[in-house]
């Protein structure tokens, strides 16, 4: 049999060429001659190009350009980007209301005729918030199918503020309005009127306070109070009004909400009947024992992390909540009181159900995504799976959308300075020798390898959206240069001294790295593969060891790691105030290289190591752009220590702004042919799923289907 892709005729033999030997080669490149893999990639590269099998329109926003789509939609400047002109402009302002659009009907799903509620009028807020769909008004109907995983990217989660799609803007969502003190220490927030939970119970400030209060500043709840909340309290003014105070300014706050803002606020009318303060300890302990829990505490974290059978009892703020939990499939359905409409006052979401499924392996993920068993599927998705996805998409049940991941790096790799062996975290202090290892990595035959040359080889800075973004700090080091790597190991004195090709220590013992990695969400297996390949070529012996996420937290937390990797997001403006990869001031299982240091700033020097003039230099910066009100001062000072990191790799990164596969059906609407990917915009937050929907008979998101219908930001 012949297949054709675009006129271009392919037998079918290459079709399980590609398919069946592509990955399971990628993983053996430790047991094989790099130059034979190469031979397979590029000839799989060439194939998939010629076949159109990775899509033609991914976007690079590094470069400020749009690969076979319109060069302009992005700005030359990376820190001025243009997003795609048929974004609608409404995804960057404050949401309007129906009252200043002049929205006066509005209407629910047909689903919600037979259920006894109110009339829709009733359940809406006073003056419903207004989203705008991504072009067309869509149609109610339909179950989503998802992996369970997907909970994370796919529903919308609502807090008081929220992130707009430039991923730099605070907007507000469930508060109308918010107002910061001159002097960062007090934020106060007004309410919408008249949203309630999926309960019909009123939406209040008591809901907040129950959780910055009863929670964050309980010992048993959270033995050591989050830096977010240290020296704060909140206080209700009314049931709309409420504030949050600080002993020390805390303007970080607002970035703060704005992204994890569901995680701020619980129905208290439902949580309370679980906390001490508000029933006899003697009862709570029986009735929380009665459930099969330990304490009031994991029942509470496992309720609100939607981990067990009762995540269906406490009602939502979200688009979808939770009807029927079991270990294997969780189902959600409209929330009746969900707070927002669409420009024709229909109530959102479109969708009626979601449908999630407890799927056993990312190979049989990446198996249902391609068959059209998933009506949206990214999470587990990585970049070697884009040749199975695009051949799935022949059927026409699916369409692969090409995203990118705003990672600064896919693998961020990370020296334990603090690390008990003192002969190695001494080696990793000799700047000439984290300089030799970047100068040893081919960042573009990684590229070509791992990404069909579509990623960006950079270090680890910000996303070219930041403010903080300078190009130059991107490309510090990451020219491919073996032989000066050679001569910087030579000038410490790591010398090959029996002959085995691998470098010893100038004392002739050994010199040995293990690099223990989890492998999630980017493609760290082959990459680490790659780099320990290339490190080895010029003399430095690197053991790689995949863990899972007890074993990592544990061993990282206890500073027993010696090398790690992991993605580097948080680089936004979002997330920027937290300088989690260019200064000790952040520990755990994603960032093991100065737990000593970290505890030591912490502290204030009760426990840990006082670290060296140059990194409490770092801290001492960090710190001032945590607390400082001056954004320019911010700016600033975010700038120092990414300059910094460009000069003394503290991190070395690998590839990064690299394509993200987001398969969905191929009636699903409303989905942005190009978007960002990751934590930072919680994936799809901006991009609006509630407005979401399936069509049966229409054309392809991304293709004719924009018009001009929300082309308003030229």
């Not at 590609?18 to 790099?34: A, G």
């Not at 994890?260 to 009862?283: C, I, S, W």
């Not at 959600?332 to 799927?359: E, H, T, W």
């Not at 012996?541 to 090398?563: C, F, P």
Request: with cysteine; hydrophobic share 40%; charged share 25%.
């Amino acid at each position: 049999m012949m297949g054709n892709f675009d006129g271009f005729i392919f037998p079918e033999w290459l079709y399980s060429f590609l398919i069946s030997s592509y990955s399971r080669t990628l993983m053996k490149l430790s047991l094989i001659k790099l130059s034979a893999c190469k031979t397979l990639f590029w000839a799989t590269c060439l194939a998939v190009s010629f076949g159109h099998v990775v899509a033609d329109d991914v976007v690079s926003v590094d470069k400020g350009t749009v690969d076979g789509g319109d060069k302009n939609r992005f700005s030359e400047s990376a820190n001025d980007p243009m997003w795609p002109r048929y974004w609608p402009r409404a995804w960057f302002e404050p949401l309007k209301t129906a009252s200043q659009l002049g929205i006066t009907e509005l209407s629910q799903s047909p689903w919600l005729d037979s259920h006894d509620l109110p009339p829709v009028e009733q359940r809406l807020p006073v003056d419903p918030v207004v989203v705008t769909p991504l072009a067309d008004i869509g149609r109610y109907g339909g179950t989503m199918r998802i992996d369970r995983n997907e909970w994370l990217t796919f529903p919308n989660v609502e807090g008081s503020l929220t992130i707009s799609a430039d991923m730099r803007t605070v907007l507000p969502n469930l508060a109308e309005s918010w107002k910061l003190s001159a002097d960062g220490r007090r934020l106060t927030m007004t309410l919408r009127e008249g949203v309630k939970w999926s309960n019909g119970v009123p939406h209040t400030s008591d809901d907040y306070l129950f959780v910055f209060n009863d929670l964050w500043h309980n010992e048993e709840y959270e033995p050591v109070t989050r830096r977010i909340a240290q020296g704060g309290r909140a206080v209700k003014v009314s049931d709309r009004i409420f504030y949050y105070e600080f002993e020390d300014p805390n303007p970080q706050i607002v970035n703060y909400i704005a992204h994890y803002g569901n995680f701020m606020l619980l129905p208290k009318h439902y949580y309370q009947n679980f906390h001490p303060a508000y029933v006899d300890r003697e009862t709570l302990d029986r009735k929380i024992a009665d459930m099969g829990f330990i304490s009031w505490v994991m029942f509470i974290e496992a309720c609100r992390l939607q981990d067990i059978e009762e995540s269906a009892e406490p009602p939502t703020m979200d688009a979808f909540q939770i009807v029927e939990y079991t270990p294997k499939r969780t189902r959600m359905v409209r929330n009746p009181y969900y707070f927002k409409i669409d420009p024709a006052g229909q109530q959102l979401p479109y969708i009626d159900a979601v449908v999630s499924q407890d799927i056993e392996s990312k190979e049989v993920i990446a198996a249902m995504s391609a068959t059209g068993q998933l009506d949206f599927s990214a999470y587990e998705l990585k970049t070697q799976d884009i040749p199975l996805l695009k051949l799935g998409e022949l059927s026409g049940d699916i369409q692969v959308l090409i995203w990118n991941r705003l990672h600064s790096v896919d693998v961020a790799i990370e020296f334990n300075y603090n690390h008990e062996d003192k002969k190695l975290s001494s080696l990793y202090w000799e700047r000439r020798f984290r300089v030799a290892l970047s100068l040893a990595l081919n960042r573009e035959e990684m590229n070509q390898i791992i990404y069909f040359g579509r990623g960006t080889p950079r270090q680890v800075t910000a996303h070219p959206s930041s403010r903080m973004f300078v190009p130059e700090y991107a490309t510090a080091y990451t020219q491919y240069d073996p032989d000066r790597a050679r001569s910087l190991l030579d000038e410490l004195g790591l010398k090959d001294v029996d002959g085995d090709g691998l470098r010893e220590y100038p004392d002739g013992e050994p010199l040995t790295i293990t690099l223990e990695f989890m492998d999630w969400e980017t493609p760290k297996a082959i990459t680490l593969e790659l780099v320990s390949v290339y490190w080895r070529e010029v003399g430095i012996d690197v053991r790689l060891k995949i863990v899972d996420m007890a074993l990592q937290t544990a061993r990282a937390h206890a500073g027993k790691m010696q090398m790690t990797g992991w993605h580097a997001d948080r680089v936004t403006d979002i997330f920027m105030p937290q300088m989690v990869w260019w200064a000790p001031v952040h520990s755990g299982f994603d960032n093991t290289m100065w737990n000593d240091w970290v505890r030591w700033h912490r502290t204030d020097g009760e426990i840990g190591t006082k670290p060296p003039a140059v990194i409490r230099e770092l801290q001492q910066w960090s710190d001032e752009v945590y607390t400082t009100v001056d954004s320019e001062r911010r700016i600033e000072l975010g700038k120092k220590l990414l300059e910094s990191n460009a000069r003394n790799l503290w991190t070395i990164g690998t590839v990064g702004l690299a394509p993200q596969p987001v398969v969905i059906s191929s009636k699903l609407r409303g989905v942005t042919n190009e978007g960002i990917w990751g934590w930072d915009n919680r994936w799809t937050l901006s991009y609006h799923p509630s407005t979401w929907y399936f069509e049966s008979n229409t054309t392809i998101p991304g293709t004719t289907n924009y018009g001009a219908t929300n082309n308003d930001r030229e």
